[in-house]
């Protein structure tokens, strides 16, 4: 059942528009290389199933997703497209994905000869190999990759198999780590000639035709989030947020607020409590640090966050703009997840997979629309 948007506490709006410019920068910044996009954890937050359709439409032809479920999901939607499993084959698997249509990672050296055992058998599918560079979290060490391609015959039995790996530190240019890690890479493709290589994300882009290869996989940078902390950031937001204010009150005497009575707010205080709270994504660890802001008046956070609600102290927003339909501006042009994530010391990408699923979604640019 669809609710409509007049009883919805929050709205959050996907800018399809700005995810598909950003999709086109993107690629731009490598001209040689063909840009995927990586579409796990519900598209960030923002809704991989529209934002798959979309980039689909804009010629995109590959994405990636963590789990399975979420590559069964979108398979259907993207019928051209490769749709790249990142968290690998599960063991016994390889009948599920093949019937399925979905690619696995594979990220260790037992995950790549059931693959292989599966190609040989008939059913040659593609599928990628994810070398851990320095990383350390998935993948195959680099002498196993390379000692894998020389000794293993059954591997070549996989058609189109993409070479990948990952950087640790891409969003800090000046990270040693970065280095070694391209060299690394380098290295171990050698051992695997003629086959396509991906390497960079987001941040890993602004790394330079090094970093490049043949396959770009960004995520969080689709989405608006700066890949280049520290300097001025390129992408264009994707996301708006506002929250209803439920009750609006000003303080005849000084009070506390909220739970464990954390704050305290002198007579003539102007509160609005707003529809919105940690079970929403706005974590606990915004009381009384985060800001949002009414026509551009800044509206800070007072006492703790609740579940469901906020209060926001409004004393220095005109009465004019306190209509009983007025609303609180917590993510948009002006003040991105950036910006929140800072307040609440985390990252954009954080922000964007916590968009609470609560919110009423509008999609800007979508076929529907
Ligand atoms: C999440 C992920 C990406 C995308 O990273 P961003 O920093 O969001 O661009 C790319 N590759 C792998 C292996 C990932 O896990």
Request: contains cysteine; glycine residues 10%.
């Amino acid at each position: 059942m669809t609710v409509p948007a007049s009883l919805a506490g929050a709205w959050l709006t996907v800018d399809l528009d700005a995810i598909a410019e950003n999709w086109r920068q993107l690629g731009e910044r490598a001209p040689g290389a063909i840009c995927a996009a990586v579409v796990k954890a519900d598209g960030y937050g923002t809704g991989a199933a529209e934002v798959a359709k979309r980039l689909y439409r804009e010629g995109c032809r590959s994405f990636f997703v963590a789990h399975p479920s979420e590559g069964l999901a979108i398979r259907p939607l993207l019928p051209e497209a490769t749709v790249y499993i990142l968290n690998g084959l599960v063991p016994g698997a390889a009948g599920d994905y093949a019937a399925a249509g979905v690619t696995p990672v594979l990220n260790t050296g037992a995950q790549a000869l059931e693959w292989a055992e599966w190609c040989a058998a008939g059913d040659a599918v593609p599928a990628a190999l994810h070398v851990d560079t320095g990383m350390t979290r998935l993948g195959l060490a680099p002498a196993e990759a390379s000692t894998l391609a020389e000794e293993t015959e059954a591997l070549r039995a996989i058609p189109d198999l993409l070479v990948m790996s990952h950087f640790a530190c891409a969003e800090d240019p000046d990270h040693p780590l970065n280095r070694q890690q391209v060299e690394a890479f380098e290295h171990v493709r050698r051992a695997w000639p003629g086959r396509p290589a991906s390497m960079a994300n987001s941040s890993g882009i602004f790394l330079g035709p090094d970093a490049h290869h043949d396959l770009l996989r960004p995520g969080v940078a689709l989405y608006g989030a700066n890949p280049q902390p520290g300097r001025k950031n390129p992408m264009r937001p994707a996301v708006r947020l506002t929250a209803r204010i439920l009750q609006l009150q000003t303080l005849q005497e000084r009070r506390t607020v909220g739970y464990g009575a954390t704050a305290t707010a002198p007579p003539g205080t102007k509160l609005a409590t707003i529809a919105a709270g940690y079970a929403d994504g706005l974590w606990r660890a915004l009381s009384s640090r985060g800001t949002f802001h009414i026509g551009g008046h800044r509206v800070p956070i007072i006492g703790r966050v609740s579940m469901d609600l906020i209060s926001v102290d409004v004393t220095a927003v005109p009465d004019g703009l306190l209509t009983p339909d007025a609303e609180v501006v917590l993510l948009d042009d002006s003040f991105t997840v950036d910006d929140l994530a800072a307040q609440a010391d985390t990252i954009g990408y954080e922000v964007l997979t916590a968009l609470g699923r609560r919110y009423h979604r509008t999609y800007l640019g979508s076929d529907a629309a």
